[in-house]
């Protein structure tokens, strides 16, 4: 007999999604697989890595730790819903301004994990920036750039709330 499948509904990235999963079914998986979200990369599939992180209801959680029916009416951002439309977050150009990335393979996570610290802490130290990346392992980069582009993302982010002003 096939395990039961879950109709569950997220809003994903600002879209209201509906699928069937069972439920089993990691938030990856779903993502990647059912609702045909790539940009969430899996790594270790264990948590570690933080290749699989986006954001539920604001927060970083690991897709590959989470199953896809505790995510059922509850805000999911990808990376792909970072983005304003065709102009990236200030978190992304950052990344890119400042080489925070070289294979890539672990920049969705980083972007979406840094996009939240940001939120909590608009002007992090040093410190603060190294402590909220470090549940994101990168094997290329060495960690220079990343921390140099959460910075760089910080004074973008303030310059912007200044024009808005």
């Given at each position: ?61 690991r ?9 059922d ?61 470090s ?15 959460v910075?760089?993302a ?12």
């Open positions: 007999m096939g395990e039961t499948a879950h109709e569950i509904a997220l809003t994903v990235n600002g879209v209201v999604r509906r699928t069937r999963v069972p439920g089993r079914r990691l938030l990856s998986d779903c993502l990647r697989h059912d609702l045909g979200l790539t940009g969430t990369h899996v790594g270790c599939e264990h948590g570690v890595c933080g290749c699989c992180t986006v954001l539920m209801d604001g927060e970083p959680v897709s590959c730790l989470t199953f896809a029916v505790t995510a009416g509850h805000e999911i951002t990808t990376v792909e819903g970072l983005a304003d439309g065709a102009r990236m977050s200030p978190v992304q150009r950052a990344f890119a301004e400042c080489h925070g990335l070289q294979c890539g393979f672990c920049t969705p996570g980083f972007l979406c994990t840094v996009t939240a610290l940001l939120r909590e802490n608009p002007a992090p130290t040093e410190e603060e920036v190294l402590e909220g990346v549940g994101n392992l990168c094997r290329c980069t060495g960690y220079q750039n990343i921390v140099k582009a910075h760089r910080a004074e973008i982010m303030a310059e912007e709330r200044v024009e808005e002003a």
